[in-house]
T-cell receptor
Framework: DAKTTQPTSMDCAEGRAANLPCNHSTISGNEYVYWYRQIHSQGPQYIIH???NNETNEMASLIITEDRKSSTLILPHATLRDTAVYYC??????????FGTGTRLTIIP | DAGVIQSPRHEVTEMGQEVTLRCKPI?????LFWYRQTMMRGLELLIYFNNNVPIDDSGMPEDRFSAKMPNASFSTLKIQPSEPRDSAVYFC?????????????FGPGTRLTVL
């Protein structure tokens, strides 16, 4: 799978939109972009995934650039419960998920 | 559905003892994964099953570790003998089949401490 790069940590004010970037400049045409998060002491939680088009679900929005070399996960109205480590991954086909170090997002009251 | 169920939630044992971790996947899910998480190494995939058959066990650290899935609703991860370096949180996850499907549902984990 393509290597992904994420900032180590980010802060966001409660109620504001949290924008988490991910670079995947070597992504291939068939590799999806997946986002998970892990709240302290819990198992990772699937958030969203996409291939080319922007995606939105009840948790977040995923914006993928036209060249697919980067993406942004958007939490539209961050709450304290969104404090977690967020992982961006680009598995190919049945290739296993590889969790890196992710971005530690802290929501500030 | 109750989600992925793991037991026990916490396990404290002494070096040399056998440890068995248990997992019940979400009903209907064809894939089951065992992960290990430590501060030093992060979240690592140990092994995964498809339709109860082990597909990739390349992440299993050594022969002391073994995993089984006797049926679609139950899997075990066994460590024998256990060592202090095995202390970690062990997660089980399951997912539906499908090429490229990576939406995995994780259990709450088992925190293992080997003294």
């Amino acid at each position: 799978d393509a290597k992904t790069t994420q900032p180590t940590s980010m802060d966001c004010a409660e109620g504001r939109a949290a924008n988490l970037p991910c670079n995947h400049s070597t992504i291939s045409g068939n590799e999806y972009v997946y986002w998970y998060r892990q709240i302290h002491s819990q198992g990772p939680q699937y958030i969203i995934h996409g291939l080319k088009n922007n995606e939105t679900n009840e948790m977040a929005s995923l914006i993928i650039t036209e060249d697919r070399k980067s993406s942004t996960l958007i939490l539209p109205h961050a709450t304290l419960r969104d404090t977690a480590v967020y992982y961006c991954m680009t598995p190919f086909g049945n290739e296993k998920l590889t969790f890196g170090t992710g971005t530690r997002l802290t929501i500030i009251p | 559905d109750a989600g992925v169920i793991q037991s026990p939630r916490h396990e404290v044992t002494e070096m040399g003892q056998e440890v068995t971790l248990r997992c019940k996947p979400i009903s209907g899910h064809d894939y089951l994964f065992w992960y290990r998480q430590t501060m030093m190494r992060g979240l690592e995939l140990l092994i995964y099953f498809n339709n109860n058959v082990p597909i990739d066990d390349s992440g299993m650290p050594e022969d002391r570790f073994s995993a089984k899935m006797p049926n679609a609703s139950f899997s075990t991860l066994k460590i024998q003998p256990s060592e202090p370096r095995d202390s970690a949180v062990y997660f089980c996850a399951s997912s539906l089949a499908g090429w490229g499907a990576h939406e995995q549902f994780f259990g709450p984990g088992t925190r293992l401490t080997v003294l």
